[in-house]
């Protein structure tokens, strides 16, 4: 427990550093838009296009590990529809409360992972990237022009939006880049690297400076039950996967850790552009990432 305690607490102690740079004012409010914007846009794309270009994944076998992946995924979409016929949220709270409990941040899971985890884990977290990220930013956008909106969105809607999100493009960069051999040349590798590092730092902080308190207070029982699906059973269900698909090892524990992290600061984005409810989605990122700071060490010492 001490070594995970030891890696986890300095990724949210970088959050809170956010929250405290924001709450004094030492920066401008008008520039967090700006820098959430050259993140999600830049930096983060960059990472992600770096770790899969580059990845070495000769000494694992990664479908196992995905069919976990997309399984535990799945799963929590199968329970979050269930939910939607067995409660009264509203069509753009339902929306954002998928988003809360299927989707995860990448940020704090690359940066736990490369704590706990050094450069195997960092590899085998470019794989739970390939499966993830385009999966469930698909399903997002799905879900949020079926229910947040009066009326559903049509397909070529939903396809341009798609071809537009910068992660689903960096993804399939990378794969690409990785499955032909072709790599990152030299200058476009340390551009992409040095842009990545950069990625980390300011995600984690910008997530901090994001966490809003009082809104994730007003929303009381939909933030623990949300915060119940993402942070307890999703790695429950990717543990359950794990087993099934007789996954073990690093591969597992990168798994479950992938599960265990609170919900994306981008849904927020999203849920702003889609139509959902922007305001529970805040309540929701703020009160999984305050929870998980608590939840996630006891998950993984559990798991170890």
Known sequence: MEA?????IPVFLVIAL??????????DEGLW??????????????LLLHTLATADLANFDVWP?????????????????????????TGPQFASVFQ?????????ALAAIGQLY????????????????????????????RYAGDTPAGMGTVLKLLSK???????????ALNATHIGLPGPLATTADILGKAALTIGLIAIGAGLKWHEALAHKW??????????????????????????????????????????ATSSYILARQLGGDASLMASLITGGTILAAVTMPVILWLAS
Request: charged share 10%.
């Open 118 to 145: 050094g450069p195997e884990g960092v590899t085998l977290a470019a794989v739970s990237f390939a499966v993830l990220v385009p999966t469930v930013n698909v399903l997002s956008v799905l879900i949020l022009t």
């Open 222 to 263: 939909i933030v623990l039950l949300t915060s119940a699906l993402k942070l307890a059973v999703m790695p429950a269900l990717m543990l359950g996967w794990c087993i099934f698909f007789d996954v073990t090892g690093l591969p597992r524990l990168v798994v479950l850790l992938c599960g265990a992290v609170p919900g």
């Open 165 to 175: 999100n910068p992660l689903i493009l960096a993804c399939a960069a990378g794969i």
């Open 100 to 108: 809360g409990a299927a989707r995860w941040n990448g940020f704090v």
């Open 18 to 27: 956010g929250a405290v740079i924001k709450r004094i004012g030492f920066l």
């Open 33 to 46: 838009a700006p820098l959430d914007r050259l993140t999600y846009y830049v930096f983060f794309p960059a």
């Open 4 to 8: 995970i305690l030891n890696s986890l």
């Open 65 to 89: 590990m995905a069919y976990a992946l997309w399984g535990g995924l799945f799963s929590m979409v199968a329970i979050l529809m269930v939910l939607r016929v067995t409660t009264k949220l």
